[in-house]
């Protein structure tokens, strides 16, 4: 038997477990499991690798991405430019530590706007945003962080009201942050939406649910939009050729 599975602190609405699970049954895949291991502490990461035999591949989520590093033996070129782990590579001498979320969400915003953007506002600061702003570069897209708080290098909310070009003359604006997911699905991200018009691309990387709140106010005003489900399948997919390489 492998075993696959997804380490996090809560788990109860994942979307690997199902996504995987779906994909060894409709694929005819043998012999291969994946489940979900909540982790009070990353602290007890390493029992979870000596205790569980025949795991092969993990992938990670909040509040893991980071402190998970420091258990790994390696980190692949897309971890280090990220600055984060979400799949994980074992075998019996090495902990691999990759990211797939740079992939998942290259390869979807690519295809989605192609050439047509050439500059971004990233919503958040969060482990998300770091695999969002590699992309972005790798892309040749220019990006400006927005926070709650006051940080370096990065807006405020409150500057995208006082300082209205940032929003009226940005192209792309993509959401890291989980406002709007369910079960708070009435939340967003405090933007000036009375700027928003036909020319912005609406990226939010919340899945569910499939529209947002703040997609639905943006696809009100004209805007292109768009959920984070096949950056989700992307990634999933990444992690397998990981897993299988």
Same mark, same amino acid.
């Given at each position: 038997m492998r075993r696959f599975g997804l380490i996090g602190k809560t788990l109860k609405h994942s979307f690997s477990q199902r996504y995987f699970s779906d994909k060894f049954t409709s694929e005819n895949i043998r012999n291969s499991r994946y489940d979900l291991f909540e982790l009070p502490a990353i602290d007890d990461f390493p029992a979870l690798i000596e205790n569980t035999s025949e795991l092969i591949g993990l992938n990670v989520t909040m509040p893991y991405k980071n402190e998970v590093m420091q258990y790994l033996t390696t980190l692949d070129r897309s971890a280090k430019k990220v600055g984060a782990v979400n799949v994980i590579k074992i075998n019996s001498k090495e902990r691999i530590g990759y990211n797939s979320d740079y992939y998942g969400f290259k390869l979807s915003l690519e295809g989605w706007v192609g050439?047509? &953007?050439?500059?971004?506002?990233?919503?958040?600061? /969060? /482990?998300?945003?770091?695999? %969002?702003?590699?992309?972005?570069?790798?892309?040749?897209?220019?990006?400006?962080? %927005?926070?709650?708080?006051?940080?370096?290098?990065?807006?405020?909310?409150?500057?995208?009201?006082?300082?209205?070009?940032?929003i009226s003359e940005v192209q792309l604006i993509v959401?890291?942050?989980?406002?709007?997911?369910?079960?708070?699905?009435?939340?967003?991200?405090?933007?000036?939406? /009375?700027?928003?018009?036909?020319?912005?691309? &609406?990226?939010d990387l919340v899945y569910n649910p499939l529209e947002t709140k703040l997609?639905?106010?943006?696809?009100?005003?004209?805007?292109? &939009?768009?959920?984070?489900?096949?950056?989700?399948?992307?990634?999933?997919?990444?992690?397998?050729?990981?897993?299988?390489?």
């Open positions: 050439d047509n &953007v050439k500059d971004a506002l990233v919503l958040g600061t /969060g /482990g998300s945003s770091k695999a %969002v702003t590699a992309a972005l570069s790798d892309l040749g897209i220019t990006y400006q962080y %927005v926070s709650r708080t006051p940080k370096t290098d990065c807006l405020t909310y409150r500057d995208l009201y006082e300082q209205k070009e940032w959401n890291t942050t989980p406002l709007g997911m369910y079960p708070d699905m009435d939340n967003m991200a405090d933007i000036p939406m /009375g700027l928003i018009a036909e020319h912005h691309f &609406v990226y997609m639905r106010e943006a696809k009100t005003r004209g805007a292109q &939009v768009k959920n984070g489900l096949e950056m989700l399948e992307l990634q999933a997919e990444k992690s397998w050729e990981i897993w299988n390489s």
